[in-house]
C-alpha cells in the first residue's frame, strides 16, 4: 500500500525550498505511489525523480539535493539510494507555463 500522506508531500515541499533557496509556494510535488517498476531487473522498491527549476541548478547544488533526497526517499519511503534515479532539469522561463501564461 501507498506509504504517501501529507505529512511526507509538506516535508518534501519544505526540504526542497530550503535546498533551492525558494518559498513553498513556488514548489510542486508529485509522487506516483504503488507503481509497476523494475530497476536493475528487480522489482525491489525503487524510483525515479525528475526535478525542474527555474534556475538556479548547478553541479554543486545537484549533488546535495541529490544526496537530500536519496536520505529522504530511503528513510522516508524505503528506496535505498542506489535504486533511484534523480533527473535535473534547468528549465527557462519560457519552458514553463502556469497561470495561463509562462514565467
Not at 25 to 43: K, L, N, W
Not at 67 to 87: H, Q
Amino acid at each position: 500500500g501507498s506509504q504517501i500522506d501529507s505529512q511526507l508531500l509538506r516535508d518534501l515541499t519544505d526540504l526542497l525550498a530550503q535546498k533551492l533557496g525558494k518559498p513553498d509556494s513556488y514548489c510542486s510535488v508529485h509522487i506516483s505511489p504503488d507503481q509497476r517498476m523494475a530497476f536493475g531487473g528487480t522489482e525491489d522498491p525503487c524510483g525515479h525523480a525528475t526535478l525542474l527549476s527555474l534556475g538556479g541548478l548547478s553541479a554543486n547544488l545537484n549533488r546535495e539535493i541529490s544526496k537530500a533526497l536519496a536520505d529522504f526517499f530511503s528513510t522516508r519511503l524505503g528506496i535505498p539510494p542506489s535504486r533511484c534515479y534523480i533527473r535535473f532539469i534547468d528549465c527557462q522561463r519560457h519552458e514553463l507555463g502556469w497561470n495561463g501564461g509562462t514565467f
